[in-house]
């Protein structure tokens, strides 16, 4: 069964409980081997799927935390060796600037129209991306002026090109809007 699409109104559109992030995020690592899943609060403090202590952090790689998700209400972040890519609710996205960007890769999708359950399965699909990185390159490109994506007041929109390397011998590509990540 769809789960409906969910009007926001002026609520932060990824506030996500404990149970949205096992079945939607969590469960899709099943059975990788190279996915150690460890859950924690906002205080970094270990925390139980079940608990009702809200989830703040769900690291994929154990201790290490070279590959982890951060929740924020308004935005969600995925760190990968030091980069970060935000996915940042666009009903918040003027508040932004460039330098709240700088350096990082900006999703320009639209999240406001889709469900938690497909939020967290489009982030699922992106750490899958990152499983075992070794290294990441990014690479920015500027967005033509007539490109369908929205203009902010503080910061332009972006295209990038992600390069991960990895022990795959077998070469993917996966695009999420205006993000291309070859792993």
Known sequence: MQEETVNYGSAWSMQFSNEELYKYLITKFDGNLDVIIRTLSDGEQEVEITSNIPIQFICFDGDNQDLFISFYGNQTSIFVKDEELMFIDESTKDTYTTSDTFQNVVYEGTLRNLTH????????EVITCFIDAREVEIIENEVPCDKQYKLYDYYKPHSYEINVKNKNLDRRKKVF??????Y
């Open 177 to 182: 809007e205006n993000i291309t990540i070859n």
């Open 117 to 124: 359950a497909e939020m967290l399965t489009l982030f699922a």
